[in-house]
């Protein structure tokens, strides 16, 4: 079913033909792909292309992350390939996977989670921002490849109204277990939102992956 694909893609940043890295940015329910671009200024990394797809309706997938896999489907399954699409323009467009960063908030976050999960290899980075694996708990994952390395980043309001913290738990232990280098932030107190500890975090991480290229 097309139902994400035909969405726009919006930019910012570098353009892509000339960056010498890319983020793939992946907006939450509700919001917008023009929402989610608005964290590339306060990242302010020069030479990256930011590219930002959009979800049909604002919506990757209509239930819980929680959910068994099954009732969010045949929505999950495009909303993973419209991730695949971008991170394919990217690559199409001569920039390694090993240069290219996936940055999501809730939704986004799972959607990029499950993504990199699915999908393991080496990544200039991962960031989900508010969000955990798609499934319920205890849900078996056969092995996928290996994420040799990435650098990934977890951040998270405890307690969190939507994302239970074992989850963000759960979500590093298997990151962990596909080779990535897991780093996990819980604030206590937070709130379901982006905060200036994880865009400072961020930065750090796409300015450490400058100057390798």
Do not use: K
């Amino acid at each position: 079913m097309r139902l994400h694909r035909g969405q726009p893609v919006l930019t910012a940043g570098e353009d892509l033909g000339a960056a010498r890295a890319a983020v793939v940015m992946v907006h939450g329910r509700g919001a917008t792909a023009g929402s989610i671009l608005t964290l590339a200024p306060r990242l302010d990394i020069p030479g990256v292309a930011f590219l930002a797809p959009q979800a049909a309706g604002g919506t990757w997938y209509p239930g819980r992350f929680l959910d068994p896999v099954e009732a969010n489907e045949p929505w999950l399954s495009s909303a993973l390939g419209a991730v695949g699409d971008v991170v394919a323009r990217v690559e199409g467009a001569g920039i390694a996977a090993e240069a290219t960063a996936l940055l999501g908030f809730s939704q986004g976050a799972c959607l990029v989670l499950e993504f990199v999960a699915r999908n393991a290899r080496r990544y200039g980075g991962v960031a989900g921002l508010s969000g955990g694996l798609i499934g319920p708990d205890g849900r078996a994952r056969p092995p996928t490849g290996s994420l040799a390395g990435t650098p990934v980043f977890l951040g998270c309001a405890d307690p969190d109204p939507h994302i239970p913290a074992q989850r963000v738990r759960d979500a590093a232990d298997e990151l962990r277990r596909l080779g990535g280098e897991v780093t996990v932030r819980l604030y206590p107190g937070g709130e379901h939102a982006v905060n200036s500890d994880e865009v400072e975090t961020v930065a750090g991480m796409l300015g450490n992956l400058m100057p390798t290229l």
